[in-house]
């Protein structure tokens, strides 16, 4: 297809389709549902899924889905077809507005973190008008919430419509204070940028590792990296040109307006960035990148890597989730502008999320949390574990100017009010930007970097939208109070500055004296998943989202024990699969190799017992050591694997158990199997290196 415009959401029913389909008082009736949020009446449902029904079906489509997103971090879909009995024999395509409102999948078998039974299967999933239904494989796919029969979350898009409710209520309060009594809604945007890996089917096939992990487990470095940095946005090979051609148009078509794509650090990774749009839809878009991202990879023979880490020694995966906030009269609120009414609003929106970020570092840590992203962050690739944000020098003098009662300049000036001679001047972009932040000001958005590129973006915003909320709403109960409005505001503004300054930082975030200085600041340093995830039940964390009504105490202690049993269940995989792979790869290379320099010794000797053998005597006794402490480390890890089977513990203690006992003994193996490798003849070592995985694309 050539027309774009014409392709950009030809697969979507959305305004453009509902304008055109739907009569003016029921596409007038919708509309208002879908902004004021309230509940959909049965003649309007009825009306909106007959005209959906048959725009889908003179598209292609048979049946119809009720798309959601439970816990287990992908997405689920339960497909029924149009198809309803007619008299003699004869059938007819219908679709109800009671279908089209709420469908009622089987529960039983989707994680619930103890909020239900195993037997109690019944679900239900209730359709959410603020996203777009569209057709994929040739079924109606409408986005959904999913909860339990007695109404506890068990998905990830409830708990982030309720955080955007929230972010919309205390900016709207704050906004009015600051007269803008036209603003009637405020949304949070994102635009996530997601890389990923392509690496060779039939490549990924030969490991098993691969297969079930999504890493692999062992890999001896080629004899060339990423070191010459010529991969990074370097000319892309045209088998990865044909294939992010054809990514870009199924994208399009399904209305996700991928805008960038270019080749990354490591070997074989990619990014595609999409432009921002509200938090709600860009999350839905981002788990649709992610499923056509590998259906088309698989397409052109290829297969794409979601994991954080898949090759060790390379750079790793993330997902660089742009957050922001803009009104619906088209002003976004982290944009500094250029007048001092404009600057003072900026200023304390700014040090809302200052203070949101400081108080609430483990929220955000706990949102990237996974066995995955453990292995890269602060692994100088990603950012550290420890949560700081990055401001840039020019707005970092602003505030420092605030704080200290002077003009932006270095002019002193007592009694300042805040907005009257800062930012006037004040342009994005004007410093560096810092790789190394986990929360980076760039411009008129907050970089949040610290994300896995496997993971939904779902909790990172529901954390974002909510502490932000949080800051809004102390400093809305404080300002409207306020007899003198902008001596009250100065007096937040410098308050907030003092009292969470300690959060800025915009050094090296990879050197070992930031951590030393995170540490005496007073900063978390949560370097694991196990360590981070139990914080979740905090009583400052629980009082919040009860506050605001995003979770209720039974669901945050459902997707601790959630996540915690994700991270123990995949350390236990990755267990198993090394275990087999060492059992029925790896020694027998092994095996097989010191075989053939035994039988090349003793040819040697029975020729001339004077012929030298050094370098075959040497290489024996080395992989013969090798293998005995492979062999060693794996029955030590099998046994781990299966002690942690008995274990009774809470999910907290197993998954420290599996930290402690299955990681790290898998860590420690490696380094013998890759030495191995390395020291193997090729002829032996059958499994596809990391030099024929990352550089045959």
């Not at 499923?291 to 979601?306: I, N, T």
């Amino acid at each position: 297809m050539s027309d774009i415009p014409k392709m950009f959401g030809s697969l979507v029913f959305n305004e453009d389709a509902m304008r055109e389909r739907l009569p003016k008082d029921v596409y007038k009736s919708l509309k208002k549902t879908i902004e004021d949020g309230k509940e959909l009446d049965i003649n309007i449902a009825n009306a909106v899924a007959n005209a959906m029904k048959a725009w889908a079906i003179e598209k292609g489509a048979t049946h119809f889905t009720h798309w959601f997103q439970p816990m287990t971090g992908i997405t689920a879909e339960k497909h029924d077809s149009f198809i309803t009995p007619a008299p003699n024999g004869h059938i007819i395509m219908d679709f109800s507005g009671k279908e089209l409102i709420k469908g009622e999948p089987d529960a039983s078998s989707f994680p619930s973190g103890g909020l239900r039974s195993t037997f109690e299967a019944r679900g239900y999933t209730a359709w959410d008008p603020t996203s777009y239904a569209f057709i994929k494989d040739g079924s109606l796919c409408i986005p959904t919430a999913f909860c339990s029969y007695s109404g506890e979350t068990l998905d990830k898009k409830t708990p982030l419509l309720r955080s955007i409710e929230v972010i919309n209520k205390q900016a709207l309060r704050v906004l009015k204070l600051f007269g803008n009594e036209d603003v009637k809604r405020v949304n949070p945007t994102v635009g996530p940028e997601q890389e990923y890996f392509l690496i060779d089917k039939e490549l990924y096939k030969q490991r098993k590792d691969l297969m079930y992990c999504g890493r692999t487990l062992f890999g001896a470095m080629p004899p060339k990296g990423q070191e010459l940095d010529d991969h990074y946005f370097g000319a892309i090979k045209p088998r990865i040109v044909a294939y992010m051609k054809e990514l870009d148009e199924e994208l399009w078509k399904l209305g996700i307006l991928a805008k960038t794509k270019h080749n990354e650090v490591a070997p074989a990774q990619h990014e595609l960035a999409p432009i921002f749009t509200t938090t709600n839809i860009a999350t839905d878009h981002n788990q649709l990148t992610m499923e056509v991202m590998k259906k088309v990879a698989d397409k052109h023979g290829l297969v794409c890597l979601l994991h954080e880490k898949p090759f060790e020694g390379v750079s790793g995966s993330g997902k660089h989730n742009n957050w922001s906030l803009s009104t619906d009269t088209g002003v976004n609120l982290l944009e500094p502008g250029k007048s001092p009414h404009e600057n003072a609003q900026f200023l304390l929106f700014l040090v809302a999320v200052i203070k949101a970020v400081d108080e609430y570092q483990d929220l955000l840590r706990i949102s990237v949390a996974s066995a995955g992203n453990d292995n890269r962050l602060g692994a100088n690739e990603a950012p550290p574990a420890i949560i700081s944000m990055f401001l840039g020098d020019e707005l970092n003098a602003v505030l420092d100017a605030i704080e200290h009662g002077k003009d932006y300049g270095g002019t002193e000036k007592q009694n300042m009010e805040v907005g009257v001679h800062v930012l006037p001047n004040f342009a994005k972009d004007t410093t560096d930007r810092n790789r190394t932040s986990p929360f980076a000001f760039t411009g008129n958005k907050f970089e949040f970097r610290s994300l896995g590129s496997s993971m939904s973006i779902s909790c990172t915003n529901v954390m974002i939208n909510t502490i932000v909320a949080e800051s809004l709403c102390q400093f809305a109960d404080e300002l409207e109070g306020a007899k003198d409005f902008n001596k009250a505001l100065n007096e937040l503004i410098v308050r907030t500055i003092k009292e969470h300054k300690r959060i800025i930082f915009n050094g090296d975030g990879y050197s070992e004296e930031w951590k030393e200085e995170a540490k005496k600041r007073g900063l978390l340093n949560y370097a694991t998943t196990v360590d981070a995830l139990p914080h979740y039940l905090d009583d400052k964390n629980v009082k919040l989202f009860t506050k605001h009504k995003v979770y209720t105490k039974a669901e945050l202690r459902s997707r601790t024990d959630i996540l915690l049993n994700t991270y123990s269940k995949i350390i236990h995989i990755e267990g198993l699969t090394l275990v087999d792979m060492v059992k029925k790869d790896i020694l027998p290379a092994i095996t097989e190799y010191t075989k053939e320099l035994s039988d090349t010794i003793i040819a040697k000797k029975a020729v001339d017992a004077s012929i030298p053998v050094t370098v075959e005597k040497e290489t024996l006794v080395l992989l013969s050591g090798l293998a005995e402490s492979i062999y060693k480390e794996n029955a030590i890890l099998e046994k781990n694997i299966n002690e942690a089977d008995k274990h009774n513990g809470s999910e907290e203690e197993l998954s420290a158990y599996y930290k402690d006992n299955v990681l790290k003994v898998m860590n420690d193996m490696r380094k013998y199997i890759d030495k191995a490798e390395y020291n193997t003849s090729t002829k032996c070592w059958k499994l596809p290196t990391y030099g024929d995985i990352i550089f045959r694309v």
